[in-house]
């Protein structure tokens, strides 16, 4: 039977396992919303998840580190943006490309870094992210488990409502939601569709980035190659899930962040369930939201389409 301090940790444990997720997913929606599909956000978590950790084992210092990590990836979506929009290259398979690189590049870095080794040594608990609430609220277990979180769970919460408040509430982000629809009427209005684009899909690979960081040294104290783990397919999956909307992914990564939770959670009880299906409960969890709400959600209008000015 759940008692309300297991209730809070699983509360607690939701967010921490929905984070990664939400923040490469609102940078996948921001790139799909500009018109450019980015499905190498898996790659860019793993690269973002091995600078961080590497940064902040040397320097001290996690802040640093989350920044180099959200650089790390928009690095990765710089090259994605290059093949996808100035040379109006095939989205997915420049998407795969970033998918197999990020990794490979983040195994290959690891081995110079930390000796040969391929997972990095472990960041010390003061260079890690800090935990915001936790002692204040050491009184009050339930408060504690729900509340006394990683400071990128509340940087990720802010930032949905930032983004909220800047796609439609700001000319800025107006402007990117009509490259995303109908870029020709856009150019014919002087907006200049390949840079929103360009921006849109570096801002994607920096989120990416910070999303792999927040796995690596704030969730886990190091990178391993086995670090991410789909978790930026599942982000993929929050954007349809969610309509392109920034409320839309927090609630799918809420949704995925609680199956984890739940897996968790069964694996510590006396239930007998194989842990092989325990660990398949956030994936079993991904493929049913996209069968029942997929065909549901209806994409940007130019969503994937290459975009050339001289098309005018």
């Not at 769970?153 to 990117?176: A, D, E, H, P």
Request: hydrophobic share 50%.
């Amino acid at each position: 039977m759940i008692n309300l301090t297991m209730l809070g940790l699983i509360i607690g444990n939701t967010f921490i396992n929905a984070t990664p997720i939400l923040f490469a997913g609102l940078g996948g929606m921001i790139s799909e919303k500009s018109g450019v599909v980015n499905i190498g956000l898996e790659g860019m978590m793993a690269i973002g998840a091995l600078i961080a950790t590497t940064v902040a084992y040397y320097s001290g210092n996690p802040w640093l580190g989350l920044l180099c990590g959200g650089l790390s990836g928009m690095v990765l979506a710089l090259i994605h943006a290059i093949v996808s929009i100035t040379y109006a290259g095939d989205q997915t398979i420049s998407g795969i490309a970033i998918n197999y690189l990020g990794p490979g590049l983040a195994l290959f870095l690891a081995r110079i870094f930390f000796d040969g080794a391929t997972q990095t040594s472990s960041v010390p608990s003061e260079s890690k992210i800090p935990l915001l609430f936790k002692s204040a609220l050491s009184n009050h277990p339930f408060l504690q488990n729900v509340f006394g979180q990683y400071a990128t769970v509340y940087i990720s919460l802010i930032l949905v409502v930032l983004i909220y408040i800047f796609l439609y509430k700001t000319k800025w982000g107006l402007r990117l939601i009509a490259a995303g629809e109908h870029p020709k009427a856009c150019e014919t209005l002087n907006i200049n569709v390949v840079r929103i684009r360009y921006l849109a899909v570096m801002f994607s690979g920096f989120m990416a980035g910070m999303g792999g960081a927040s796995l690596s040294i704030a969730v886990v104290s190091a990178f391993s190659p086995t670090l991410v783990a789909g978790q930026g397919f599942i982000a993929l999956v929050t954007v349809i899930f969610g309509k392109w909307t920034p409320h839309g992914v927090l609630l799918g990564s809420m949704f995925f962040g609680l199956a984890q939770s739940i897996a968790v959670y069964l694996g510590g009880t006396p239930i007998q369930i194989p842990s092989e299906f325990i660990t398949m409960i956030p994936y079993i969890a991904t493929l049913l939201i996209l069968i029942f709400f997929g065909g549901r959600s209806i994409a940007p209008t130019a969503d994937g389409k290459p975009y050339l000015t001289e098309d005018i």
